[in-house]
């Protein structure tokens, strides 16, 4: 007799991912105790310092935040020394907790744990490419920017943590087809697309309307979305390697952002610029 395993759709994983505690970083959770311990370093600015170096904990903070606004509260936050500023060192150690960790969920799945590392090494270092954009821009609201990118793969990041036998079965289907597109790979193996998830839990999560901007790519025609839209595919796309052949129209687009020539871009993005992509 054979048993048919019904997969979750798109509606049914974000009404699950809407219930479940965010996992963190077990680093996380270690330095937050560390500063704990020396209530003289323990300020709002330190706390956002390491949260912003885990993509679960910011969103979790965030998230948790829109869930329980005050009945004063007239502005949005998005910017995470104010969220921690708004609820109070004491209520977010309670309330926010740097629990479960991502490795104890995913223990006996090694491979999978290492790619939703290297998938929040990607975000981490997209952020800081986004930052460093919009500062060349002279947007004086970078912080934002930051936030967006590091939150870009949100969706891609849950799934490595509630469903990876499914992620490594998308991770093998494009380490064998370089070609396939991502998209495509999702599809075929979850039934929708990371950027479908992620957008539909931005929304179910009432996260800030300027975030839900920042990450919606319908909206690329504004600068700071096309930052953080052009800072992920190049951490994508390096994360492959400095010879990617998607690199180079990565440093057109780049360039057309930030009104430089694309010698300058490879100059100041790669590590070593003579082993890139011929630019054609």
């Known amino acids: 007799m054979h048993t048919t395993v019904v997969k979750r759709g798109l509606n049914d994983w974000a009404s699950f991912l809407n219930q479940i505690e965010i996992p963190v970083l077990a680093s996380t959770g270690q330095s937050l105790s560390k500063l704990r311990q020396n209530e003289d370093d323990e300020d709002a600015r330190l706390i956002s310092r390491i949260v912003l170096r885990d993509p679960l904990m910011t969103v979790k903070l965030l998230r948790y935040l829109q869930q329980h606004k005050r009945g004063g509260q007239q502005s949005e936050i998005i910017l995470v020394e104010q969220a921690i ?5 004491n209520p977010f150690y309670k309330n ?18 290492a790619c939703l590392l290297q998938v929040l ?18 947007d004086l609201h970078f912080d934002e920017i930051y936030i967006a990118a590091l939150l870009h793969d949100l969706a891609e990041i849950l799934l490595w943590c509630f469903s990876p036998m499914d992620m490594l079965q998308i991770h093998q289907l494009q380490s064998n087809d370089r070609n396939l597109r991502s998209r495509v790979a999702q599809e075929s193996v979850m039934g929708f697309s990371f950027q479908d998830l992620g957008r539909l839990l931005i929304q179910q999560w009432s996260l800030p309307q300027l975030l839900q901007m920042l990450l919606d790519p319908e909206e690329s025609q504004h600068s700071r979305v096309r930052n953080v839209i052009l800072a992920v595919n190049l951490a994508r796309h390096s994360a492959r390697g400095w010879e990617d052949p998607a690199l180079p129209d990565d440093y057109r687009d780049i360039g057309a ?6 010698e300058k871009v490879m100059e100041m993005v790669c590590p070593n610029p003579s082993h890139a992509p011929e630019i054609r």
């Open 85 to 89: 500023l708004m609820l109070g060192i």
């Open 96 to 113: 926010v907790p740097d629990s479960p960790t991502v490795e104890s969920m995913l223990e006996t799945c090694p491979d999978a744990q």
């Open 257 to 262: 952002l930030l009104h430089l020539p694309v």
């Open 121 to 138: 090494d990607r975000s981490r270092r997209a952020a800081e490419f986004a930052v460093y954009w919009a500062a060349r821009l002279n």
